[in-house]
């Protein structure tokens, strides 16, 4: 334990690593951890939402940690293609055939089996008497979902904030954006970057950054570094192309399965642009309480009443890591 407190204290969090898939055709991805200081009785491990950078949400799972027991372990992972540090080469980015020695860009159904494969070895690395949670914003969400789906026994519970577990074409955002979300336009952006880096410097990207979004440090670095790699981009909207196509109906069955080992938290009203309307949260509160082996009365199913955003990261983290600390207290309690 004494060694445990020496390596965290002599650390400054989180501890930046990378997963390094054992399987051809994987790229490393981006890992944040803090920590337990103490033996792990808890495991939690956020996945990104979309584009996924690991870097968006430091503040938010700092803040997370910075609450929680010292037996709590909270990881972070990012998505696979993603990152400037382990990113696409510009002829997989353009989408160049396999006969240029490329790889293809990694999409949702990818994502969704290194994050398996991961909490695989999380399994084998800490054993089955810690508690792991899984936590996903937006498409993380969905990710969590397919996980629980694939390894249910080795999950306890999941949490998802803002998630776009449904019909996301139909959402305002994703019929607004669908014209971007093909093949030849996603080529046609990343050859457009490519050249935009070559003759812009980083700095002014930045600052264009800052004054469009409205974003500020660090977030805004975070979104320069995207932008300045044309392969992540061609990653994310790639994969944000197979999020149209894949996720659609809703999945009652797992939700009524599961739905006493779930949270979920939306944004109020029809304010989420990439969760549709106020009804598909019914639905999917209808479900939840519909779970078939639900022995508790609280609320899995909750409505933001703090004016954050589906962007949370961005402005909130502090306000929504305490909501999330208290939830998992709750169903470690």
Known sequence: MALRKMLCASHTLPIKTANCPKFRHTRPTDVRIWPASERPAFILLFICGNPGLISYYDEFLSAIHAVSPDTYEVIGIGHEGHSAAHSLSYLEALNRPATFGTQPIPGLQQQIQTKVEY???LRLQYGRNVK???MGHSVGAYICQEIMKQRPEAVDYMYGLF???AHIAKSPN???????????VITLVTAFLVCLNAIIPSWIIEGLIRGVTGQHRPASRVTTELITTPGAVASALTMAENEMKTI???DERFLEEYGDRITLYFAAGDSDGWVGNAQRVKDITTCLDRSK????????CRVCDKGMVHAFCLEHSAVMAKAC?????????
């Open 119 to 121: 909490i695989d070895e």
């Open 163 to 165: 998630p776009t577990i």
């Open 174 to 184: 994703g019929l607004k954006l669908a014209p971007i979300f093909n093949p030849a």
């Open 325 to 333: 600390a208290e939830w998992i207290a709750q169903d470690l309690a």
């Open 132 to 134: 792991l949670g899984i």
């Open 248 to 250: 659609k109906k809703l």
């Open 293 to 300: 082996r639900s022995t508790d009365k609280r609320k899995r």
